[in-house]
């Protein structure tokens, strides 16, 4: 639903928007790095009693100091990398077993990703397949963490979430998703969507089902990780990153009821990052905040440096969800 169907017309500004009134303030979260800023809310909403949104920004650095040798130190190749994981996750199951499967599953993709030394090191020699066994992994540590969960405690059990998640290394990023929960990139070229809705309603619409005849399947979930014990397959995107571009993740409580012109358009006018998150959320809030709403907003710096493996990029072909798709 887009702001304009609230009452937004095009001379409202970004102070506008912030001068909703709300359950909650937003208080947005942002940080400079070395090649990119991130900013990152969340918000309860109007409706809901407790949120059921979590998410993380995280940095992953890869280092090493030279010790001793007998090859004079300064022959030899000491680089330091850093990478950053970025994860926003939508609990489904109600009140407290929401939260808790949110919660679960971005705590099992940190602690993993800490367990694993080289997941800095993306990509590696076969790019796809690394891509894909490394997802793979992570897909069955957050099925393992929701289902001892649930095994401590039988209220848990049923619950669910959504995941979507942006790695950046260098100038690209890897990008996944489970849910409806979305990652959208915008670029100079404007705003595009990298995640397809795991719904009923967008497998209607792939179908040729006019848009008007799908409302009321948008949060009818056909994915999701839950504490069932089967597999989930795991959509996977490799983008390529420009200086200014931005990576955008949110829950559905912002794209369901603020429109994808809406979204960025508030992006583009907004003077910082962190004033962009400001107005996606009282955008959304606007529009009746029906849900919980998280952003995590990254925008790509002038220091941002090629991957010293980034002709491996070349080799990745377009294939079916489920594994790796080159954009």
Same mark, same amino acid.
């Given at each position: 639903?887009?702001?304009?169907?609230?009452?937004?017309?095009?001379? =409202?500004?970004?102070?506008?928007?912030?001068?909703?009134?709300?359950?909650?303030? #937003?208080?947005?979260?942002?940080?400079?790095?070395?090649?990119?800023?991130?900013?990152?809310?969340? @918000?309860?909403?109007? /409706?809901?009693?407790?949120?059921?949104?979590?998410?993380?920004? /995280?940095?992953?650095?890869?280092?090493?100091?030279?010790?001793?040798?007998? #090859?004079?130190?300064? &022959?030899?190749?000491?680089?330091?990398?850093?990478?950053?994981?970025?994860?926003?996750? &939508?609990?489904?199951?109600?009140? /407290?077993?929401?939260?808790?499967?949110?919660?679960?599953?971005?705590?099992?993709?940190?602690?993993?990703?800490?367990?694993?030394?080289?997941?800095?090191?993306?990509?590696?020699?076969?790019?796809?397949?690394?891509?894909?066994?490394?997802?793979?992994?992570?897909?069955?540590?957050?099925?393992?963490?929701?289902?001892?969960?649930?095994?401590?405690?039988s209220d848990l059990d049923g619950m669910a979430t959504t995941l979507t998640a942006a790695y950046i290394y260098g100038d690209s990023a890897v990008v996944v998703n489970v849910g409806d929960s979305r990652s959208y990139l915008l670029g100079s070229d404007g705003l595009r969507q990298i995640t397809r809705d795991h719904t009923v309603a967008q497998d209607l619409l792939d179908a040729g089902v006019p848009a008007e005849a799908t409302r009321a399947y948008g949060n009818v979930l056909t994915r999701c990780f839950g504490t069932d014990g089967e597999p989930v397959p795991v959509d996977v995107f490799h983008v390529k990153?420009?200086?200014?571009?931005?990576?955008?993740?949110?829950?559905?409580?912002?794209?369901?009821?603020?429109?994808?012109? =809406?979204?960025?358009?508030?992006?583009?006018?907004?003077?910082?990052?962190?004033?962009?998150?400001?107005?996606?959320?009282?955008?959304?809030?606007?529009?009746?905040?029906?849900?919980?709403?998280?952003?995590?907003?990254?925008?790509?710096?002038?220091?941002?440096?090629? @991957?010293?493996?980034? @002709?491996? @990029?070349?080799? #990745?072909?377009?294939?079916?969800?489920?594994?790796?798709?080159?954009?």
């Open positions: 639903m887009s702001v304009d169907d609230h009452g937004r017309d095009d001379e =409202d500004t970004v102070d506008d928007l912030l001068a909703v009134s709300a359950n909650d303030p #937003i208080e947005v979260t942002s940080v400079i790095e070395d090649a990119v800023e991130i900013s990152a809310v969340t @918000h309860r909403g109007r /409706v809901r009693k407790n949120n059921e949104d979590q998410f993380a920004v /995280v940095r992953r650095t890869r280092s090493g100091k030279v010790l001793a040798s007998s #090859i004079p130190t300064d &022959d030899l190749a000491n680089h330091d990398r850093t990478a950053w994981l970025l994860c926003v996750a &939508d609990g489904l199951g109600g009140e /407290v077993s929401g939260e808790v499967a949110s919660a679960t599953a971005i705590k099992a993709i940190l602690e993993f990703a800490s367990e694993m030394s080289n997941w800095v090191m993306l990509p590696t020699a076969s790019l796809e397949l690394d891509i894909e066994k490394r997802v793979m992994l992570y897909s069955k540590a957050i099925k393992r963490g929701l289902r001892l969960a649930a095994g401590e405690d990153l420009k200086v200014n571009d931005r990576l955008l993740l949110c829950s559905d409580g912002l794209s369901d009821l603020v429109a994808d012109p =809406d979204i960025e358009s508030l992006v583009t006018e907004s003077g910082s990052n962190e004033e962009a998150c400001e107005a996606l959320v009282a955008a959304g809030l606007l529009a009746g905040g029906r849900d919980n709403i998280t952003v995590v907003l990254a925008r790509m710096l002038d220091s941002m440096m090629p @991957h010293p493996l980034d @002709h491996l @990029h070349a080799e #990745i072909e377009q294939i079916d969800s489920g594994a790796v798709t080159r954009l």
